[in-house]
């Protein structure tokens, strides 16, 4: 014969019901405040991890012999300050060498990897210049090659 353990007195008394309910609402609150706080932190970490991808049209400049889900070693170009400083406003991506006859092609491009100067706190982070890029029959999706030392 199991016996249930009793119950505290308070908790019959109305002001105890409600004195645990409230505590519960209050625990359930703070259970969500560290869920948003883990994901937010998550976030970031796979963002720069390449795991979120973000859209962006830019002119790609590339040869006309590039093959639908050919891979290429791509160079992103940004633009720079008076200093000399990329300012994370994005240019265009070149896949091919200066020497080859590129043509310019203004194309959605999918990055895995981060595309954006600030993250989610307003900390600046530097952008990647090396991708490697799939030619898509309308698209091109990109993966970060290496992720530049932090700032």
């Not at 999918?110 to 595309?115: A, E, I, R």
């Not at 307003?122 to 309308?138: F, L, P």
Request: proline share 6%.
């Amino acid at each position: 014969m199991t016996t249930e353990p009793e119950k505290p007195e308070y908790v019959n008394e109305p002001w105890g019901k409600t004195l645990l309910s409230a505590l519960k609402g209050f625990a359930w609150i703070v259970c969500i405040i560290v869920a948003i706080a883990i994901a937010l932190v998550g976030y970031d970490e796979l963002d720069s991890n390449g795991y979120i991808p973000h859209e962006r049209t830019l002119f790609v400049y590339m040869t006309d012999n590039w093959l639908v889900g050919e891979n290429r070693i791509c160079e992103l170009r940004q633009q720079h300050d008076a200093q000399g400083k990329p300012t994370g406003e994005l240019i265009g991506l070149l896949c091919g060498s200066e020497m080859d006859k590129l043509q310019p092609h203004n194309m959605p491009i999918t990055f895995k990897g981060v595309v954006d100067p600030k993250d989610m706190d307003g900390n600046a982070r530097q952008i990647s210049e090396r991708w490697k890029c799939t030619r898509g029959s309308d698209n091109f999706t990109c993966e970060v090659l290496a992720t530049p030392a932090k700032q």
